[in-house]
């Protein structure tokens, strides 16, 4: 486990977004973990995805884990509407529900820029890594503040969602919630009153994330992972997962996520060959998401890229570590990454 | 092209559903080509799929196509709900729109035996064949009636549906329809009322249903059939298909292919192995609704077998020969059937 740590409220100020609004008094939460050392050469910057939080892959963090926090400092920063961070949630009017701006991962990656350099006085980050949109926060590092990132990892991501992930953000995530009747704009009072739209997005990511030896019979990995059947699965896993979360906040994530572009939509592969970190790209068997064909083919535009497969049972969900196989999998990866 | 046909209705009178509500007057829509010849020994049945209709998938029937209307008296059967034979859009109060009751392939099989026999007088069918939920008829076809059947082809198919297909029937066919405010519990005055609730069918269909390959960078099949963008392809395909539907005839064959099984909840294995036709069980590189390996595995079960994978470009949609590589492998599909 994880030592005890609070989340932290690193203060924006006034901040100006890509979309030119200002978020005034913006709010960027994180978490660390272990201790910055003398050299300021051992931080780890690992954000989150979508529908996470700073503390959402803390099982990776640990003294018997791969980021042990006896070595290094790790922060974990919360997406700029996560809502934790400045989010449609938790801003005053006229920002507040459906007003709020759209954010962007570049905004994330500015605001976290800051922190670690205003906050930390870091010069450069041991490691950047972050699975599917933490990835695509990577990729932004990575091209964005080339010297800054010694090391980075997408793990089961991209620079920029593939055109499946632009019908999968639309479809699983958006529709469900604009269909609702409760949506109301973003101006609903309880965000529990859009439970239906939430229970259905929680459908179509059960259907489509997960690979389908989840769900074959005789393979059922719904079961191995303590499950009692499909739909309580389904219920359980996916319905448990998305009920707690906000709308807006969704949207607004879903949207910054189909925005992404480290080329601002400029040339990608002239973007991509700015990288100076040590880039490794990993790609998990099986995952829809982001298929190790894409993956690979993203690693051959980067100047020193390692480029590898992980032959999961999870497909894109390997990272959450279900099974002792993927967790072993996981692992193994970041302790490559940690120490190439 | 095929000969003109027109659409034929086969009155099944009172008809008793296996569970137990007697539709008064019912009707069977049907079409066919060809003629039956006087030994009664060419006939062929091609049942079809969820929201399909006789005539969809006549591409198959012409002269110069496998299935050659000179040679083969060609009967098209439309399910129950469908819209043209007895479906909740066409009934009378009290079974009208959301109260008509649940049919079940089983049900089909029943009145397309007393189409085939009642009013053609034919003992035995040279074939039958289907695709997806045609091909859910096609094992009820085989195992009801084993005597009658000589050969057999589930193309894409299975006798009962899979775990994922059931999450996907919920999920992409009936929550959207279920959760549109004017569904009003099927009870909707005008189907294009429920228009949102179709749109969003047809925008899971077309996350789940195609291969990546449909939308991939670098491949992007909806090019070469035609479309000018994903969301050309979304809306002149997937849209076009589903916005014309009826939402209660959807949900009535939805359900119907849920709870679609030859062993009516007994031995599965059991039931297959009463088979006597020769059976032909075709699946489609990249299918996720009936992957090969689920294919073959059905196919082990059954005594007078023969199992093969189609290298194709459209996985699923496969048979709707929407390249000219798909079209050649399903041509050579079915004269290698017809001649085996």
């Known amino acids: ?72 400092f790790i922060i974990l920063p919360g997406l700029l509407g996560n809502g934790v961070s400045s989010s449609p949630s938790n801003t005053a009017a006229p920002f507040d529900r459906g007003a709020f701006p759209q954010t962007h991962i570049a905004d994330d990656v500015i605001a976290q820029h800051r922190l670690v350099t205003e906050k ?71 965000p529990q009153a859009v439970q239906a739209g939430l229970r259905r997005q929680a459908h179509v990511m059960a259907l489509t994330l997960p690979p389908l030896g989840f769900y074959r019979e005789g393979e059922e990995v719904w079961r191995a992972i303590g499950f009692a059947s499909m739909d309580d699965f389904v219920s359980r896993f996916w319905e448990a997962f998305m009920l707690p979360q906000d709308p807006n906040n969704l949207i607004n994530q879903s949207r910054k996520t189909r925005a992404a572009d480290p080329s601002a939509g400029g040339d990608l592969s002239a973007a991509l060959s700015r990288i100076k970190a040590q880039m490794f790209v990993v790609a998990f068997t099986g995952d829809r998401m982001f298929p190790p064909e894409e993956c690979q083919r993203d690693a051959e535009r980067i100047p020193n890229a390692k480029y590898w497969e992980v032959n999961s049972i999870g497909g894109h969900l390997t990272t959450f570590s279900l099974t002792e196989q993927d967790r072993q999998a996981m692992d193994d990866v970041l302790r490559q990454v940690l120490t190439a």
């Open 120 to 190: 930390f006085g870091i010069d450069e980050l041991y490691l950047v890594l972050g699975w599917s949109v933490g990835a695509l926060q990577t990729y932004e590092w990575a091209v964005r503040f080339p010297h800054m990132v010694k090391r980075a990892a997408s793990i089961a991501g991209a620079p920029k969602p593939s055109p499946w992930t632009l019908l999968w953000l639309r479809t699983a995530i958006e529709e469900p919630i604009l269909a609702d009747p409760a949506w109301n704009n973003g101006f609903y009072t309880d």
């Open 1 to 72: 486990m994880p030592e005890q740590s609070q989340t932290e409220i690193f203060d924006l100020g006034d901040f100006q977004l890509s979309t030119g609004f200002i978020l005034s008094n913006a709010k960027l939460a994180y978490k660390t973990h272990g201790k910055l050392n003398a050299a300021k050469d051992n931080a780890i910057l690992f954000p989150h995805f979508l529908g996470g939080a700073p503390e959402a892959l803390e099982i990776y963090i640990g003294e018997d884990r791969p980021l042990d926090p006896r070595k290094y």
